[in-house]
Nanobody, 122 residues
Framework: ETLVESGGGWVQPGGSLRLSCATS????????MAWYREAPGEGPEKVAA????????EYADGVKGRFTIFRDNGKSTVYLQMDSLKPDDTAVYYC????????????????WGQGTQVTVSS
């Protein structure tokens, strides 16, 4: 499976970005998907996850109300809309494929993209 992220960049605090993760080589609609991020000197953090059909989503406490994960199974792509960005959101963001059987759970299958850098600063 191939996952390719795009949409990262530099933005001022309060701004917005939309990340995309295009997949190929698998049946996208069978997978739950998630976005993780890793800031310098910190471990990876799961930011958001969505079930295969989009019926369940979950968010890290620090991004609730600001980030939205959604998917287009026809385009085999998952998105992360990030609004009201803060400097603490600066990180490399990674797309991940897995399984999300309930609203509270997500299991990674270990498929990762190469990451896209998001920098929030003035």
């Amino acid at each position: 499976e191939t996952l390719v992220e795009s949409g990262g960049g530099w933005v001022q605090p309060g701004g917005s970005l939309r990340l995309s993760c295009a997949t190929s080589g698998v049946t996208f609609s069978a997978y739950g998907m998630a976005w993780y991020r890793e800031a310098p000197g910190e471990g990876p953090e799961k930011v958001a996850a969505i079930s295969s059909g989009g019926e369940y989503t979950e968010y890290a406490d620090g991004v609730k109300g600001r980030f939205t994960i959604f998917r287009d199974n026809g385009k085999s792509t998952v998105y992360l809309q990030m609004d009201s960005l803060k400097p603490d959101d600066t990180a490399v963001y990674y797309c991940n494929a897995g399984w999300k059987p309930t609203k509270e759970t997500y299991y990674s299958y270990g498929y990762w993209g190469q990451g896209t850098q998001v920098t929030v600063s003035s």
